[in-house]
């Protein structure tokens, strides 16, 4: 965005007119691509979602790259700040996986077409010279974390030792990542009944021989109630 410079080459704060314009355009953005595919979302079709101008566009974006790196990254920034205090307010290794996994699928129903449409970007979504838009890292960093969490309370005595939490960790987000595919495919899927069963399975694959997470046993109850 050209107004972003001062002449002495310093970057300046947005005014509030532009840092909106920009979220009106993006949401656009997010919106077409999730309709239509990265291939059909050309910057005159998202300028027409967003009732503005390809020039509009220009101005506050170097290009349509430009433009879908700032999607994915602010999905993933959206993403940390929702998990974060909820896996943080969890005590128990048990809890924060169940955290982990719910709070997952409840930011993809909430973020449904901005989810959407990252996936097709990260499928689909190719530079002028044939890079990838998405950055693999964010994927692989959140793998990485999910790790680090499996082996601290491996280590802690509250998950089971013998499992790989590598191979763990990668089973958990691969699960998690084909969601966002079926949801496309089943708009009413319910992912409040999806993530329960999921966190209940983990919670299985991952407790120590003999114990049971109260958590768990909380849910059975509240869906026998049901």
Same mark, same amino acid.
């Given at each position: 965005?050209?107004?972003? @410079?001062? =002449?002495d080459?310093?970057?300046?704060?947005?005014?509030?007119?532009e840092?909106a314009?920009?979220?009106?355009? &993006?949401?656009?953005a /997010?919106?077409? $691509?999730?309709?239509?595919?990265?291939?059909?979302?050309s910057?005159?079709?998202?300028a027409e979602?967003?009732?503005?101008?390809?020039? /509009? @566009?220009?101005? *506050? +974006?170097?290009?349509?790259?430009?433009l $879908?790196?700032?999607? /994915?990254?602010?999905?993933s920034?959206?993403?940390?700040?929702? &998990?974060? =205090?909820?896996?943080?307010?969890? =005590?128990?290794?048990a809890?924060?996986?169940?955290?982990? @996994?719910?709070s997952n699928?409840? +930011? /993809?129903?909430?973020?449904?077409?901005?989810?959407?449409?990252?996936?097709e970007?990260a499928?689909?979504g190719?530079?002028?010279? %044939?890079?990838p838009?998405?950055? &693999?890292?964010?994927?692989?960093s959140?793998?990485?974390?999910?790790? #680090?969490?499996?082996? *601290?309370?491996?280590?802690? %005595?509250e998950?089971?030792?013998?499992?790989?939490?590598?191979? &763990?960790?990668?089973?958990?987000r691969?699960?998690?990542?084909a969601?966002?595919?079926?949801l496309?495919?089943?708009p009413?899927?319910?992912? %409040?009944h999806?993530?329960?069963?999921?966190?209940?399975?983990?919670d @299985?694959?991952t407790r120590?021989?003999g114990?049971?997470n =109260?958590g768990?046993?909380? *849910?059975?109850?509240?869906?026998e #109630?049901?």
């Open positions: 965005m050209r107004s972003e @410079i001062n =002449p080459g310093q970057r300046k704060g947005r005014t509030f007119i840092t314009r920009r979220a009106q355009i &993006m949401a656009a /997010v919106d077409t $691509i999730a309709e239509l595919g990265f291939g059909q979302a910057l005159a079709r998202i979602r967003a009732g503005t101008s390809k020039g /509009v @566009i220009l101005y *506050h +974006f170097s290009g349509k790259d430009d $879908i790196r700032e999607l /994915v990254a602010e999905l920034a959206k993403g940390r700040a929702y &998990m974060g =205090p909820r896996l943080e307010a969890e =005590p128990t290794g809890g924060m996986l169940r955290a982990y @996994i719910e699928l409840a +930011f /993809v129903r909430e973020n449904r077409n901005h989810v959407l449409a990252t996936v970007i499928l689909n190719r530079s002028a010279d %044939g890079s838009l998405y950055d &693999m890292s964010i994927r692989e959140g793998t990485a974390a999910l790790r #680090e969490l499996l082996v *601290h309370f491996q280590d802690a %005595g998950f089971r030792a013998d499992f790989d939490p590598a191979v &763990m960790a990668m089973t958990i691969a699960t998690l990542d969601v966002p595919a079926r496309a495919r089943d009413d899927l319910d992912l %409040g999806y993530g329960r069963e999921l966190a209940d399975l983990f @299985i694959a120590p021989e114990s049971r =109260p768990a046993a909380t *849910h059975e109850q509240s869906a #109630e049901t």
